[in-house]
């Protein structure tokens, strides 16, 4: 599997990359329906989103514990990304993971993921585009000095890694459903 900087001449690409067809429709399907008896309403401050942010899609938690079997492969090519592309100090555990349900008229507003924790910051922020049918809108942003369509995450199976202190959002869905995993990791304090 290979990996690229999302575009060198619009973002930083030691602060975002981006992967293909991570898994197939038919991994996607399966995916969704096996984490699907495991999810839960997310911990309140995931669900909420950043402060003053409109936040309009539905996010639900999903144990890491009870995710890992679907998603460990997934967590070996995130942590490749890291080592290969930002080097960050990261904690070898997961709590949880959010998936996130984006239906007509839904969004996320610009904000960043960060840690409430004092003695954590929030390193990488991953999405994986696991929708099955085609949906209109729900476009991936970056701000990075200027907004950068982030076009890849628009694939099913598609996978985008990048620095958690990043502006990003999603536009409203003018059709259809948008799926997608967020994973974030954390490590010990920036100094």
């Not at 399966?30 to 539905?58: D, H, Q």
């Not at 960050?88 to 610009?110: A, C, F, G, M, T």
């Not at 729900?138 to 369509?149: C, D, K, S």
């Amino acid at each position: 599997m290979t990996f690229f900087p999302l575009d060198k001449d619009n973002v930083n690409p030691k602060h975002c990359y981006y992967c293909d067809q991570v898994y197939s429709p038919k991994q996607i399907k399966l995916i969704n329906k096996r984490l699907k008896k495991y999810i839960k309403p997310a911990p309140s401050n995931a669900a909420e989103g950043a402060t003053g942010v409109v936040k309009t899609s539905t996010v639900f938690g999903i144990k890491w514990d009870d995710a890992k079997q679907d998603l460990a492969e997934l967590l070996k090519r995130i942590l490749y990304i890291n080592n290969i592309g930002f080097g960050y100090n990261l904690y070898p555990s997961l709590n949880h993971i959010l998936y996130n349900v984006y239906e007509k008229n839904q969004q996320y507003d610009w904000h960043m993921d960060a840690t409430l924790n004092p003695y954590t910051d929030s390193k990488l922020t991953c999405l994986l585009n696991v929708s099955e049918t085609s949906y209109k809108g729900g476009e991936f942003q970056i701000f990075n000095g200027q907004v950068t369509p982030v076009t890849k995450l628009n694939t099913p199976g598609s996978l985008v890694v990048f620095s958690s202190f990043m502006l990003h959002r999603v536009l409203p869905i003018t059709h259809g459903i948008r799926k997608s995993i967020t994973l974030i990791l954390e490590g010990p304090k920036f100094i």
